[in-house]
């Protein structure tokens, strides 16, 4: 094989629950995670140049090292023991960047099963994990997909029931947020609302799309509302609108909701267009 093309899908909180700082400071997670049908597609090809070469068609982008995909490169050529003889990595994004949509981990999920493949190195899900977590920690959940709980950093996953079938409303205000910066602003021991994680586990085990969407709820969103009111001004139309649920995606400042009904979502999407330029429809069907 001298070519591979795959598609990287974006993710999103359905929740997300901080339970404790740890002492090497990374947090403790709770979270329920959902992909979506929002994708950079990646196409990775074989050269003789010696070099992992990365292109983007986003400018502000970093090629080098600094991207993930490209660490993610690296790392699979050192784990799999294979000598570089040469890739020109492309990635045409359509996920907003740092936007809690995983993006970055995401493409380089997708690099690394994109290489075992074009390689045929045949390593197994569970080591392209481990070896996503040393990248980052969505990483290894980006390679799983479909609808998980992730405990631990986020890299300890348990498939959960498939979410049904159901239409995304996704907002993007560009707004600039620090994923660092709201994670230190978090305050465990003054945190109001928490997730009904359990719950949510009931209501995808009967199916009950209306039972999820209701407790969608994510620790960081106060963080993040209070600095950027649109956050809450977009949830807001979604629920006016008639979604089931609205909430934010990782650390922000994306927005999305549930809908079962399609025209309705495109109703919300109308008018949310009035206020962000970045809004996405987008249907789940169970697979
Ligand atoms: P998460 O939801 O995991 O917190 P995010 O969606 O908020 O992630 P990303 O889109 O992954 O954020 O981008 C975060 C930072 O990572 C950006 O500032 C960007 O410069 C850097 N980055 C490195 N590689 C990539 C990549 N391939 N795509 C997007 N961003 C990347």
Same mark, same amino acid.
């Given at each position: 094989m001298e070519r591979i093309v795959l598609d990287a899908r974006a993710k999103l909180n359905l929740s997300l629950d901080v339970l404790r700082r740890r002492e090497d400071n990374y947090h403790e997670m709770l979270m329920v995670m959902q992909d979506v049908d929002i994708y950079d597609t990646i196409s990775i090809e074989k050269t003789d140049t010696g070099r992992i070469r990365l292109m983007t068609n986003v400018d502000f982008l970093p090629t080098d090292e600094r991207n993930l995909a490209s660490r993610a490169a690296d790392a699979f050529y050192k784990a799999a023991g294979i000598p570089?003889?040469?890739?020109?990595?492309?990635?045409?994004?359509?996920i907003p960047?740092?936007? #809690?949509?995983?993006?970055? /981990?995401? $493409?380089?999920? #997708?690099?690394?099963?994109?290489?075992?493949?074009?390689?045929?190195t045949g390593m197994t899900t569970e080591e392209l994990c481990r070896l996503g977590k040393t990248l980052g920690a969505d990483v290894?959940?980006?390679?799983?997909?479909?609808?998980?709980?992730?405990? #631990?950093? #986020? !890299?300890?996953?348990?498939?959960?029931?498939?979410?049904p079938d159901c239409t995304f409303v996704l907002?993007?205000?560009?707004?600039?947020? /620090?994923?660092?910066?709201?994670?230190?602003?978090? $305050?465990? /021991?003054?945190?109001?609302?928490?997730?009904?994680?359990?719950g949510m586990k009931q209501a995808? !085990?009967?199916? $009950?799309?209306?039972?999820?969407?209701r407790r969608m709820l994510n620790v960081l969103e106060p963080i993040t509302s209070a600095n950027h009111k649109i956050i809450g001004e977009? !949830?807001?139309?979604?629920? $006016?609108?008639?979604?089931l649920g609205a909430a934010m995606s990782g650390s922000g400042p994306s927005v999305f909701a549930i809908f079962s009904d399609e025209k309705k979502a495109e109703e919300c999407a109308a008018e949310l267009k009035k206020r962000v330029n970045d809004v996405f429809i987008v249907p789940h069907k169970k697979k």
């Open positions: 570089v003889e040469g890739i020109n990595i492309k990635i045409h994004k359509r960047v740092a936007a #809690g949509l995983a993006g970055g /981990s995401t $493409d380089a999920a #997708g690099v690394l099963k994109a290489l075992n493949t074009l390689h045929d290894p959940y980006c390679i799983l997909g479909g609808t998980a709980l992730a405990e #631990g950093i #986020g !890299e300890i996953l348990t498939p959960l029931p498939t979410l907002a993007h205000p560009s707004v600039a947020v /620090s994923t660092k910066y709201v994670f230190q602003r978090l $305050d465990l /021991s003054r945190v109001k609302y928490r997730p009904d994680t359990k995808l !085990e009967k199916g $009950d799309l209306g039972g999820v969407a977009l !949830e807001n139309i979604m629920l $006016d609108f008639g979604a």
